[in-house]
């Protein structure tokens, strides 16, 4: 028995043992039947924002880069390439008095070709990743007034073979665009493969949007979400999903801010914007980071209802990046801002005969989305920023004062911005008031009370975006490493013991794309086939899937524990299922014995479950290769009675559940 103990401890189990029970003096006290606050349905969240190739590139399942010629570069992504193009073969044609959303598009002349002698070659988004007998889908909107042409489509593998193909005869022959379809199944697995078109015939046609999806997409919906990336999300079974950021709500300048009027409807009608992040970092160029808007907003509200998660957009409030160009609206030019607004809400919530619920129900979803919140601004900061919140907050609240609104903070949780925002917003009585902060381990663990003493009435908080930084901010060397995600679940400890005051939080950024990232550390990583949690996800994953429905008191030595003797806990009750959850997280490089005494209820069965996340390295991280090496291990443990005996592994959160 005590050769097995000691093999389960050296994975990290907890383990119950008389002998440490006998040994330890150290008393973690837990009161069952009294509870100090509530727990939110919102309280573990996700945010997303289009960084790291986030969306195009990245969980929207769009394989062609540049698909519509409306990248600054037109044919960026793109080369011409066969053995008799000549130049003027290949055109961009500019139609901007007709059609403003989506300008351009390719106007391709073949004389007498042959399969191989006039094409164009995509690169994808750092290669397409393509896997063996899948289906593709490949559509394109054309116009041809006289048949003569046929359209080969080809992937290619790194070494130029041909993986996939299939041909498209065009069906149509007018002066009207039409759309057409076809599919091919690929014969080998390739992460970095290019999409190469061969026109063969006579004759002159205009090709746009030319995409390729896979089949396989979340839920199987054409021109959807990549299936793996979802997943991950799902599995968290976050309270909300805030977007669509984060920084490109704001712009570079107003011009470039995100409207989610234009992020919805059919494809050919979303218009094109350059991404912030695009050009963000000079020690991280993307040229290639566009939005083309195929995940829009409608796709945002059905991904939410998809994972059972409350939708959270945040809205551009009139105010361009801060730190970029502060570009303002004039007060008294506000107004087509704060409609967007309001007519976001319909859009969402009103019945298929409203203006806007009639667009909902129109692509696909007459029921409402059911929205309750609406973020105004993102790190906006200011009187400026007051003055506009005011103007929205008053009509929102006008015509639909359930809505509840987040409102920013500003960029930092302390000095003069915030405080200055702090004290306005409480004065305005703000719903909920959107907190961010990257710092480091150290100050995660050194506030891990932040909240103890805050106003327990009034505005609640949103923990919007937080992230440990392993070197420092906007560093490339900051890692995901288990000591990041150590910090944050012990400062998460804090935020959960305080859940009258904290009803919602969100790690941030959630995506990166391993060979188009801007900024790190980040919860999730992909390449064009794979993904990975990071430490940090499964610490976020862990406190939501334990999540509770009340607070209850978790003490030692009559303190709550948020960093005595280097542990860190919080405690609540599942109401629904009758249990007693209580997490540990324990930042010591050494194994330490506690009895968790408690007061007030006796266990209704003989053993707990408990889970393990832990390494005893601080610096170790997953992997594509090795995605699982900091990963939550389950196991079970006995309970005597009302005095239950653990072994708290070193580094590790561990969460135990007792049913009472």
């Known amino acids: 028995m005590k050769k097995k103990a000691c093999k389960i401890l050296a994975l990290g189990f907890l383990l119950w043992s008389g002998a440490a029970a006998a040994q330890s003096n150290k008393v973690i006290s837990v009161k069952t039947k009294v509870t100090t606050a509530k727990i939110a349905p919102t309280m573990w969240g996700v945010f997303f924002e289009d960084i790291n190739l986030g969306a195009d590139g990245g969980i929207y399942a769009e394989l062609v880069k540049n698909r519509s010629f409306e990248f600054f570069k037109p044919l960026m992504g793109w080369t011409v390439n066969g053995s008799q193009v000549k130049e003027g073969d290949m055109l961009i044609l500019n139609r901007k008095a007709e059609n403003t959303?989506?300008?351009?598009?390719?106007?391709?002349?073949?004389?007498?070709?042959?399969?191989?002698?006039?094409?164009?070659?995509?690169e994808g988004f750092r290669g397409m990743g393509i896997r063996k007998g899948l289906r593709y889908d490949f559509s394109v909107m054309y116009k041809q007034q006289h048949p003569g042409l046929t359209l080969h489509i080809q992937l290619l593998n790194s070494s130029g073979g041909v993986i996939g193909d299939t041909v498209l005869v065009p069906e149509y022959q007018d002066t009207m665009w039409h759309k057409q379809h076809v599919s091919f199944t690929a014969l080998e697995t390739e992460p970095k493969a290019k999409m190469q078109l061969w026109l063969e015939g006579n004759g002159v046609i205009d090709l746009d949007i030319i995409s390729l999806f896979p089949s396989n997409t979340w839920k199987n919906r054409p021109g959807g979400m990549r299936a793996d990336m979802v997943q991950l999300l799902a599995d968290m079974k976050p309270g909300f999903i805030r977007f669509p950021g984060g920084c490109i709500v704001e712009g570079f300048d107003l011009s470039q801010r995100y409207q989610?009027?234009?992020?919805?409807?059919?494809?050919e009608e979303r218009q094109l914007i350059i991404n912030r992040w695009n050009f963000e970092f000079a020690h991280r160029p993307t040229p290639d980071y566009f939005q083309t808007f195929g995940l829009g907003f409608f796709e945002y509200f059905q991904l939410a209802e998809d994972i059972g998660a409350e939708p959270l957009p945040i809205l551009n409030c009139g105010m361009a990046c801060q730190f970029n160009s502060a570009e303002l609206v004039p007060l008294n030019e506000l107004y087509p801002y704060i409609q967007d607004a309001l007519d976001l809400i319909e859009f969402a919530n009103g019945d298929a005969t409203s203006k806007w619920g009639k667009v909902r129900a129109e692509m696909g979803h007459p029921s409402p989305f059911h929205l309750k919140l609406l973020g105004v601004g993102n790190e906006n900061w200011g009187p400026q920023y007051v003055e506009r919140l005011k103007l929205f907050t008053n009509a929102i609240k006008a015509k639909y004062p359930d809505i509840k609104l987040v409102n920013s903070s500003g960029t930092d949780p302390d000095g003069e911005r915030f405080d200055y925002l702090n004290n306005e917003l409480r004065n305005m009585h703000a719903d909920i008031i959107d907190e961010h902060y990257y710092r480091s381990p150290q100050w995660f663990l050194q506030n891990a009370q932040r909240y103890d003493h805050y106003p327990r009435n009034g505005s609640k908080i949103f923990a919007g975006e937080y992230a440990a930084q392993s070197d420092k901010t906007v560093s490339i060397n900051n890692k995901n490493n288990w000591y990041t995600a150590l910090s944050e679940a012990a400062f998460m400890t804090g935020l959960e013991r305080n859940a009258d005051v904290v009803n919602m939080a969100s790690y941030a950024p959630l995506f990166a794309h391993t060979d188009g990232w801007q900024w790190t550390p980040d919860l999730i990583w992909v390449d064009n086939l794979r993904s990975y949690g990071t430490p940090n996800y499964y610490v976020q994953q862990l406190f939501s899937l334990n999540k509770g429905t009340a607070v209850v008191p978790v003490k030692m030595d009559n303190?709550?524990?948020?960093?005595?003797?280097?542990?860190?806990?919080?405690?609540?009750?599942?109401?629904?299922?009758?249990?007693?959850?209580i997490k540990l997280v324990n930042v010591a490089n050494k194994q330490q014995s506690y009895t968790i005494a408690l007061e007030d209820a006796k266990p209704a069965a003989l053993q707990a479950s408990v889970t393990v996340l832990q390494s005893d390295e601080r610096n170790s991280v997953n992997s594509f290769e090795q995605p699982q090496s900091v990963y939550p291990r389950e196991s079970v443990i006995k309970i005597p009675g009302k005095k239950i005996p653990l072994d708290v592994a070193p580094y590790s959160f561990t969460i135990v559940k007792v049913k009472l």
């Open 559 to 581: 303190a709550v524990i948020a960093g005595q003797d280097s542990l860190y806990a919080s405690a609540c009750i599942d109401e629904k299922n009758n249990e007693l959850i």
């Open 260 to 267: 989610w009027k234009k992020t919805i409807g059919p494809l």
């Open 101 to 122: 959303s989506n300008p351009r598009y390719l106007r391709a002349t073949a004389r007498n070709a042959g399969k191989g002698s006039v094409g164009l070659l995509n």
